[in-house]
């Protein structure tokens, strides 16, 4: 879910700006992990800890339509490792009501780690997340991922690309 589907990123740099005045720009977080890539690293992790901060998150460009149009063909589950921040489940669980009406509550699992999800396809911003995945590894790329090559996963960039991958080739020509 996050930077996947919630733009994660994009809500760092707006709560970094609000709590101290600072903006920062995206290029300077390229390749480095969310924690360190803000000049006061320790706000980062409070925020993960704030009410209000899952619940507000963008949503990422594309995600909407493409993961609509993907839950008509496929058995479509969001997964999130939601139990490290305990109010992030019920913000994130709003924030899928909110932003994707089209998923039933029954295709949404939230978990403390990944390893035991199974299924045909993960797409994952975290290599820890894939690592353990037994189907076809798809890494979303992010901020903190970007400078990871030869990481084994098949990378894509942008929800465009994964309707390429999953959609196009269902696309009959009458």
């Given at each position: 879910?996050?930077?996947?589907?919630?733009?994660?990123t994009?809500?760092?740099?707006?709560?970094?700006?609000?709590?101290t005045?600072?903006?920062?720009?995206?290029?300077?977080?390229?390749?480095?992990?969310?924690?360190l890539?803000?000049?006061?690293?320790?706000?980062?992790?409070?925020?993960l800890?704030?009410?209000?901060?899952?619940?507000?998150?963008?949503?990422i460009?594309?995600?909407?339509?493409?993961?609509?149009?993907?839950?008509?063909?496929?058995?479509?589950?969001?997964?999130?490792?939601a139990?490290?921040?305990?109010?992030?489940?019920?913000?994130?669980?709003?924030w899928l009501?909110?932003?994707?009406?089209?998923?039933?509550?029954?295709?949404?699992?939230f978990?403390?780690?990944?390893?035991?999800?199974?299924?045909?396809y993960?797409?994952?911003?975290?290599?820890?997340?894939?690592?353990h995945?037994?189907?076809?590894?798809?890494?979303?790329?992010a901020?903190?991922?970007?400078?990871?090559?030869?990481?084994?996963?098949r990378?894509?960039?942008n929800?465009?690309?994964?309707?390429?991958?999953?959609?196009?080739?269902?696309?009959?020509?009458?």
């Open positions: 879910m996050d930077h996947v589907m919630a733009d994660i994009g809500q760092y740099i707006k709560w970094y700006q609000q709590a005045g600072v903006e920062m720009n995206p290029a300077d977080l390229m390749g480095k992990p969310e924690d890539a803000f000049p006061e690293p320790r706000l980062i992790r409070e925020f800890h704030t009410p209000g901060f899952f619940l507000t998150a963008p949503v460009p594309g995600s909407q339509s493409v993961i609509r149009e993907l839950n008509q063909l496929y058995e479509v589950f969001i997964v999130s490792a139990m490290e921040f305990p109010q992030s489940l019920s913000e994130k669980y709003t009501l909110k932003h994707f009406p089209f998923i039933h509550w029954q295709q949404i699992i978990c403390g780690s990944k390893k035991a999800v199974a299924g045909d993960m797409i994952d911003d975290h290599v820890k997340n894939l690592t995945f037994k189907g076809e590894k798809l890494l979303f790329t901020t903190h991922n970007i400078n990871m090559h030869d990481t084994g996963y990378r894509v960039n929800w465009e690309e994964i309707k390429d991958l999953f959609l196009l080739k269902n696309v009959s020509y009458n």
